[in-house]
């Protein structure tokens, strides 16, 4: 079995990179431990996935955005920060970008189904669903990978796509900064009474973190984050009581609150690569940077990380290059860790400021907020991080 590039992990930003390379006459697996079914047809997990304008251009661009319904789609018009009681909100929207909404909201579920869709149609990609990876070994030749049962795979090019706690990224050698939280996400689609506008709100409560990103109808993903013990605790309450209590935690802002589906639970935990790539490796999407979700980033940075490693790589073809040479490699590290170590290091810390309950902390965010909504540009910047990250 003798690959020209093998990736590792069939989660988005795997299944975009081999989306990516369509046409460029490489030959692609794709080596993921869920079975094929899985793949074609995700279980419902309940994230919903803020994709900003330019995201949703580079699933066009893939085809897989004809592959995702209309109706699993919604606009997503603005953006709001609230802190503790105060009535006070920092908007961002489109601004003078003549952009018509901020982005789309759309569920994690029907993204992945979309791009299996479109790479299970490519000629050129062979999807190795329902195994995994044994041993690898890589040299300045080429990479050759071990599979479960005995097969051994050749490729000129390895990538890991295998998630922030990638298995890949181990045997590479490769270290990463992993911090776990201690605290953990609860997200379930719900049902309100009033009109979200097409607004999505992210508010730092003393002792809590909620936020509500508007689907379609008067219908919302509500996240809401806790010490992990605590979100366990509310994850056992029937639909009618953990329907009261986000109403409660919300303190009504959108009216009585009824569970659409089940709740989710996800442990939080953030982590950056200390490098990207390696002899004849490379990692994208989570396993090079895993983001604290505050910011809806991670996604985006995921399908861009695939964006750049697939335009290098097709490039290199086109010019009868070395699709695994260093050079390319470091120069496909040094640009996305550009792109992303700002985004990752402010988000860690809004995270760390806006969670910790310490009053000269409660005084500086809120100080933070009525500063940044007096300087203009600060509020057209992030709108323009936020539609194209």
């Known amino acids: 079995m003798t690959h020209d590039v093998a990736i590792v992990g069939?989660?988005?930003?795997g299944l975009a990179l081999a989306a990516s390379l369509a046409g460029s006459g490489l030959r692609v697996a794709v080596i993921e431990r869920q079975p094929a079914a899985v793949l074609a047809a995700p279980p419902v997990d309940g994230r919903e996935i803020a994709l900003t304008l330019r995201s949703v251009r580079e699933l066009q661009a893939l085809g897989a955005w004809d592959h995702i319904p209309a109706e699993g789609t919604a606009p997503l018009q603005e953006a709001r920060v609230l802190n503790g009681g105060s009535p006070f909100a920092l908007a961002f929207g489109t601004g003078a970008s003549g952009e018509e909404q901020l982005g789309h909201l759309v569920s994690n579920h029907l993204i992945r189904r979309a791009l299996f869709e479109v790479v299970a149609a490519i000629p050129e990609v062979e999807i190795l669903a329902?195994?995994?990876?044994?041993?690898?070994?890589?040299?300045?030749?080429?990479?050759?990978?071990?599979?479960?049962?005995g097969a051994n795979l050749k490729a000129r090019l390895l990538v890991g796509a295998d998630s922030r706690f990638s298995w890949v990224r181990e045997q590479l050698g490769i270290g990463a900064e992993i911090n776990r939280l201690g605290r953990s996400m609860l997200v379930c689609r719900v049902e309100h009474e009033g009109d979200h506008q097409g607004v999505a709100t992210e508010w730092f409560d003393h002792g809590q973190t909620i936020a509500m990103l508007p689907l379609n109808g008067r219908r919302s993903s509500a996240v809401l984050t806790l010490p992990s013990e605590d979100i366990d605790r509310l994850a056992a309450l029937d639909?009618?009581?953990l329907g009261a209590e986000l109403t409660r935690r919300y303190e009504g802002r959108l009216g009585r609150m009824t569970l659409v589906d089940k709740a989710h639970v996800y442990p939080l935990a953030t982590t950056?690569?200390?490098?990207?790539?390696?002899?004849?490796?490379a990692l994208i999407g989570d396993a090079a940077v895993g983001m604290h979700p505050v910011t809806a980033h991670g996604f985006n940075l995921g399908l861009a990380s695939a964006r750049l490693l697939g335009k290098l790589v097709s490039d290199a073809v086109r010019h009868g290059g070395d699709i695994g040479a260093s050079l390319l490699l470091r120069r496909y590290e040094a640009t996305h860790r550009l792109a992303s170590r700002p985004i990752y290091t402010a988000t860690n810390m809004i995270v760390g400021l806006y969670t910790t309950e310490h009053p000269a902390a409660r005084a500086a965010r809120h100080a933070g907020l009525r500063a940044a909504a007096r300087l203009p540009f600060v509020s057209r910047s992030v709108s323009r991080m936020l539609m194209q990250p």
């Open 10 to 13: 069939a989660g988005p930003a």
């Open 130 to 149: 329902g195994r995994s990876v044994s041993a690898l070994h890589h040299d300045n030749r080429g990479v050759n990978i071990a599979l479960d049962g």
């Open 239 to 241: 639909t009618q009581a």
């Open 272 to 281: 950056y690569a200390r490098h990207f790539a390696a002899r004849r490796a």
